[in-house]
């Protein structure tokens, strides 16, 4: 079993910039980040599994996802934060690689934390 722990939410002017940390318990090939805001779907933000990162194309630019293998931890750098970013953020994390085209689909994550809140105002 798995345990994820994120860190680093809380709210931002539009402009401004979060780094979310995702610490893992155990081993994992495919880490990635997810968002839900209220009332709408949970959407894959960024993923990283075999050296492959894989973005959704509203954070392109934006966003980088990076992960310290040492520590096993996950981190997602967000600037030129929109309102629009506003959600709960939650780290996922699984011990295959499915391959690039299915590396934002949350059915393809085994673990997950409890998620850390961003809010960014305008």
């Known amino acids: 079993q798995v345990q994820l722990v994120e860190s680093g939410g809380g709210s931002v002017q539009a402009g401004g910039s979060l780094r979310l940390s995702c610490a893992a318990s155990?081993?994992?090939?495919?880490m990635g980040w997810f968002r839900q805001a209220p009332g709408k779907e949970r959407e894959g933000v960024a993923a990283?599994?075999?050296?492959?990162?894989s973005y959704v194309d509203s954070v392109k630019g934006r966003f980088t996802i990076s992960r310290d293998n040492a520590k096993n931890t996950l981190y997602l750098q967000m600037n030129s934060l929109k309102p629009e970013d506003t959600a709960m953020y939650y780290c996922?994390?699984?011990?295959?690689?499915?391959?690039?085209?299915?590396?934002?689909?949350?059915?393809?994550?085994?673990?997950w934390g409890q998620g850390t809140q961003v809010t960014v105002s305008s």
């Open positions: 996922a994390a699984d011990p295959f690689f499915y391959g690039f085209s299915q590396m934002l689909r949350a059915d393809r994550y085994k673990y």
């Open positions: 155990g081993g994992t090939v495919t």
């Open positions: 990283l599994g075999s050296g492959i990162s």
